[in-house]
């Protein structure tokens, strides 16, 4: 299963501080890393001082923060090899995998053992197939050779180990199937447990928790804002782990949030079902009805949709007993009252278990319609629900974010082209809207978004309904209602041309009634009479005329169809014209590994052996292996007949990857490496395998920077160089165009924008808050002498236009089109920058110059600050660039 970016960036994150941790220690490296500029943005409040474990000070313990539907498990599979290579420092670790409930155990340990699921399959590919999973209960068939020569996880709950008596617990008991595992032992072996009676009295305990004790487990804890009590703290001393690897969606303040994942970048990576559009209604029976009617809605979208097979399901949150909309009665209710199949109906509750054996995914599959209470709660997930009813108040109950949270998952986790199934619906019982929408804001904090994200991905069904919600300010839609003479069925198939703008419903006249709120896009309207019977054609092309000169004001440029072009730089190399992309440079540029030096200096990388302990100086930084850790480790993998220098080639072979550098280079490269340390600075062989883990690392960084180096030649070359053929292309540039950032958060903030490109209701939202530095440079921007239009140039966004660094890809902050037919692309810059910061502000100011110089005079570039935080400085240097 391949890893979303986002995935990517929390275990590069999880990666970083490991490896600095092995060299400063957990808090040092936790403050290092979270006080990085971007990661603190990112953070927010989450990062408030490393707490460490009471009694295990040195073990590292962090929590990655992600939203539900984020794949918390498939990361936390990926996370096992981060951990072993960066801190672990064994081939095959030990892990205690721990979850909150024996029904998430049950299919986290099934999960983990079949060969097919992609779980396993991270494992597998991790270790060349060598894993073993035990679940908790079954500890005892766990043998010294397994943990020798696999990969050991064993999946429990922290319940299970979280007792302040331990008597009569399994996991602390004394068990005779293991003492194979204690043979070896010293007696005198500090911090395990010991028999309290009995003729072994006051000997080591063969029990499960001291067999975590003796090989420090890497722990990783699933729902980790539920492992905070001080009995969890006592669990921790007593397994005594080698590190702690949280993940939760709702963190709580004992928590060290290493990285956190917002619910935007799982929406951006299409896993998520977003926005939320909400309906309520004032009875049980109305909110029942509109999600029929919901699902109906969908089916006739996804029917049409060639993209998989999608079957939309409504999940219905029935009442407990004892109360009025039961499970029972709602099921009759349905068959009674609207017609429903009863084939099309499943229960799910703890007593009735409709769903066991069926596979919802199969086109045969008959369901449409899942009633539960809380049994779906945990551990079930099928991407095909769509619509969460919930009959109950969802403000008071405990299980209605879990539920909720059922319905967000994208089936096939990709985006369809029908918007209408890229969004989620919640209907709920509510007198107010707003009282609805305040409680489906809770659920989704719960849940593990944050409060901003929230109110922006909650949607009214009902036109205008949001309109002040929240805070939002936007402003009324224009409205309009034309009266036809049309059937049901021909009300039908115009209901579905543009939900929440054009309404169709039956008068009591019998006549139809359609209503637009707002001025409908030429997407819209074109559907309209693709949908609408030709004869009806002449009236509503008149009433629209007259509808969209009356609200001329309303119709931004890109409402109109207007779309506009930023060039793409671009570099003449070998003959060829290619994007100036630095990745694409990269690809036309021969380098080895043979031209760099295969050397580590005794600076770089020494080893200094000591009577208990080999030190590592590695540049300047001295690390500690202890012997008897550095034995363990190397009787598990390798034999003293095969401590050859082939035999450590081969290893850092492994370890030492690059995906662009072939696999005969790298070898021959690592071999001139190992040749270098051990012929000519005479470091022994045996001292290197014990410190291998290490050797990778520094040789990986190496080769990084190798290629930096070669990157930053080949721009400076391609770009700048005396040599270099730079120009722009029209024909291969980025277009801007309406709904290309539909998928992006829109500001709600004070400011009404009037030359924004999409109109004022979508503006992309802003990095800063309003009022900061951003909205106050878009300020100036919006009030440019002689601007025809300009848009937020949404950063990282696949519809967006970038510049090449050495580095990476720079998207400047604004694009904007003048009344005179220039560009001018603007990048604001913070008043405060560290040097890094200004290293990087420079080079981007520098690519932009050059693009304007290629543009040959068609666009303009600048670099915009404010020192005094006033937007007239940013107009002001505008302006002057403008000037002829």
Sequence with gaps: MKLKDYQKASLATLRKFFEEARITGPKPAYETITAEPELAKRLKGYAAGYKPIKALPEVPYVCLRLPTGGGKTILAAHSITVAKDAWVEKDFPLVLWLVPTNTIRIQTAEALKNPRHPYRQVLDAAFEGRVRVFDIGDFTQITPHDLRSNLCVVVGTIQTLRVSNTD????????????????????????????????????????????????????????????????????????????????????????????????QELKDEEMIKMPVVLDEAETWQGAVNSAILKRAELQEYADLDREGYIR?????????????????????????????????????????????????????????????????????????AYVFCSLANIRSSTDAEQLLGRVLRMPYAKKRKEPALNKSYAKLVSKHFSEAAVSLRDKLVDMGFEESEAEANIEAEQPGLDDGL?????????????????????????????????????????????????????????????????????????????????HADDLAPAHLGEEFTVPRLMAHVQGELVFGDTDILMEYHDWSLADHPARLTKAEFDIIETTNTFEIDLDGNRLSISAADSSEQLSLDIDVDDWTPNALVRWLDGKVRDQWIGQAELLAWLS?????????????????????????????????????????????????????????????????????????????????????????????????????EEVKCAWALDALPGLKYWTRNVSRHPNSFSLPTSTDKFYPDFVAVMEDGRLLVVEYKGKQLSPEESRDSREK????????????????????????????????????????
């Design 845 to 884: 100011k520098l690519i932009g110059q050059q693009w304007a110089k290629a543009s040959g005079g068609k666009a303009v570039f600048v670099m915009a600050t404010m020192e005094r935080g006033d937007p007239k400085e940013v107009r002001e240097q505008v302006v002057a660039t403008l000037s002829p």
């Design 672 to 772: 001139d490496v190992v040749t270098h340390l051990t012929r000519d600075r005479d470091i022994p062989l045996s001292q290197l395998m014990r410190c291998k883990f290490i050797l990778a690392r520094k040789l990986n960084e190496k080769i990084r920077g190798f290629r930096q180096m070669e990157r930053d030649k080949v721009y400076q070359m391609n770009l700048f160089g005396p040599e270099a053929r730079v120009e722009v292309s029209f024909d291969n540039g980025i277009r801007f165009f309406d709904e290309m950032y539909f998928d992006v958060p829109k500001y709600r903030g004070m400011y009404k924008f009037k030359h924004h490109f999409m109109g004022p209701d979508e503006v992309p939202t802003f990095d800063s808050k309003d009022g900061g």
């Design 168 to 263: 009569g617990r399994k996991v602390y008991a004394h068990h005779e199937m293991l003492e194979g595992h204690f043979s070896t032992v010293s007696p005198n072996t500090p911090g395990l447990d010991r028999n309290d009676d009995g003729p072994n009295k006051g000997d080591i305990r063969f029990s499960f928790a001291n067999l975590m004790h003796l090989h420090r487990p890497l722990v990783i804890m699933d729902e980790a804002h539920k492992a905070g009590t001080n009995l969890s703290q006592d669990v921790y001393e007593r397994i005594n782990p080698s590190a702690l690897i949280e993940f939760t969606a709702t963190p709580k303040g004992f928590n060290n949030i290493l990285h956190s994942v917002t619910a």
């Design 470 to 550: 929240f805070g939002r300010q936007s402003r009324p839609r224009p409205t309009m209602t034309v009266e036809l003479d049309a059937s049901e069925e021909e009300r039908r198939d115009i209901n579905i041309v543009a939900p929440g703008k054009i309404k169709v419903s039956a008068g009591d006249d019998g006549k139809t009634r359609i209503e637009f709120t707002g001025v409908p896009k030429p997407k819209d309207e074109e559907r309209l009479f693709q949908m609408a019977p030709e004869r009806l054609h002449g009236v509503l092309r008149e009433k629209l005329a007259e509808f969209k000169s009356k």
């Design 312 to 384: 939309p399901i409504v999940l219905f949150q029935a009442q407990k007993k004892g109360e009025d909309v039961t499970v029972d009665v709602l099921k009759q209710h349905l068959i009674d009252n609207e017609n429903i199949d009863p084939a099309k109906i499943a229960v799910a509750t703890g007593a009735q278990r409709d769903l066991d054996g069926i596979d919802l995914f199969k086109p045969d599959c008959p369901i449409e319609y899942v009633i539960t209470i809380e049994a779906l709660k945990e551990g079930w997930d099928c991407s095909f």
